[in-house]
């Protein structure tokens, strides 16, 4: 589904192509650069739609006029848009877009289309180590018991990301090699986490469950603000890395012949996809198919090129998320539906249309 980076692109500027690829050029570049300014503005709109549905229901104008001029609002209104819903459609961009980030960087050190956070288990890592917490009262960090399901989840992930790289470091270890070995992490907490849900007491079984589903209703500011951080350190350090990630995208081979040191690479973005996944993961559960298919829409309408890529992927992970809190308001008025299972049901047939759509192209 990726499609194919021509050498040229990273070698030539937009003079050395001549005056018609020069302007090839810029077109495409200003292509680029209005569709992402199109993103950001659909996903404001999503995010301001988001903050009026709920049980008491604001129109667009009073949701603005609160964003504004908080002190000209009623009480009312001020309380449920800044306390109450503006953390929950801020909790949905910035997960959305980290899901979304982490999904396009592992495809792209992985060279696989398939490749998400979750792929290499860091998702059942976690929802093993919060059903710890919510089952057997267990807390891998024991002094801060007040917030054990989302440090368990989040020191399980990145024990799984550790293991990970500390086998991708040994001789011999390929790309494939990581995958199947993500998918057999998988398969084990998968099963760990069933055995707990056998033994588990019927209240704690409904709060795995509940919890494995997926959901943005417990989000706050400090939530909202960690998320965002994580955010902000990673996001420059993919920037910084923007060409090298691009040049990969040709093949180790060819990436080493442009002096990028493919092995480093790989494994300092494995890191940053690990943190970008555990982070979000440990707060609002399960979360599945952003970081699947917003790289793939991102790609679709921008290319490899990470100077686009990367912006792009943050942006469609983020709409797709903001959008699906939003339907999942809409489905049974008066009710939030837990958001994974909306990202699965429309994931899964969205995916499909991919994968048809593109049958007959490359990866």
């Known amino acids: 589904m990726m499609a194919v980076v021509d050498a040229a692109d990273l070698a030539k500027t937009p003079a050395e192509t001549g005056d018609a690829g020069g302007l090839r050029y810029r077109a495409l570049t200003a292509r680029r650069l209005i569709i992402l300014a199109l993103m950001l503005v659909t996903l404001a709109l999503s995010v301001a739609l988001d903050m009026g549905l709920g049980p008491a229901r604001y129109s667009l104008g009073e949701v603005l006029s609160a964003l504004v001029d908080p002190a000209g609002v009623s009480d009312q209104l001020r309380v449920v848009i800044w306390d109450i819903r503006m953390p929950i459609a801020l909790m949905a961009v910035t997960v959305g877009a980290s899901l979304s980030l982490a999904g396009a960087q592992m495809q792209t050190i992985l060279a696989n289309p398939l490749a998400s956070p979750f792929t290499l288990g860091i998702s059942a890592a976690a929802s093993f180590g919060a059903a710890l917490a919510l089952v057997a009262g267990v807390a891998v960090f024991p002094l801060a018991l007040e917030l054990m399901v989302p440090i368990n989840a989040f020191l399980m992930a990145m024990l799984a990301s550790l293991f990970i790289y500390a086998v991708s470091t040994l001789r011999g270890v390929t790309v494939e090699t990581i995958v199947l070995l993500g998918i057999a992490l998988v398969f084990t907490f998968n099963a760990l986490l069933a055995l707990l849900q056998y033994l588990a007491s019927e209240q704690a079984l409904a709060a795995v469950v509940f919890w494995t589903m997926g959901s943005l209703t ?70 599945g198919f952003i970081g699947l298919v917003g790289p793939h829409i991102a790609r679709m309408l921008l290319g490899e090129d990470q100077r686009f890529f990367l912006p792009g992927s943050l942006l469609c992970g983020a709409l797709m998320l903001s959008a699906t809190s939003v339907l999942s308001k809409m489905i049974i008025p008066g009710a939030i539906l837990p958001i994974g299972v909306i990202t699965a049901l429309v994931g899964v047939p969205f995916f499909f249309s991919l994968i048809f759509t593109n049958r007959r192209r490359a990866w």
């Open 218 to 287: 417990k989000a706050t500011w400090s939530k909202v603000a960690v998320t965002g951080a994580v955010l902000v350190v990673c996001v420059p350090l993919f920037a910084r890395q923007a060409w090298a990630l691009t040049a990969l995208r040709l093949g180790d081979d060819k990436a080493a012949s442009f002096g990028v040191n493919v092995k480093q690479l790989r494994l300092e973005t494995l890191m940053l996809v690990s943190l970008l996944a555990a982070i979000p993961v440990s707060f609002v559960g399960t979360i």
